[in-house]
């Protein structure tokens, strides 16, 4: 038991180098585009949600 966890943890390692791991500058990148389109469709539901709650309030109202 102990044997195939030793191995697996080299196994691991072995495949941990590897790895092509994104830049600083990538990192940055890729977080800004995920942060912005996060924005963009935040503010796109938004002003659906304000869209349909003012047909709604509308509607009651008439």
């Excluded at 038991?1 to 940055?28: C, G, S, Y």
């Amino acid at each position: 038991m102990l044997d195939k966890a030793i191995n697996f943890l080299k196994e691991v390692q072995i495949e941990m180098k590897k790895v092509n791991w994104p830049t600083r500058k990538e990192i940055i990148k890729y977080t800004l585009i995920v942060v912005g389109i996060s924005i963009v469709v935040a503010a796109y539901l938004g002003g659906l949600d304000i869209l349909f709650k003012n047909i709604i309030i509308e509607r009651i109202i008439l």
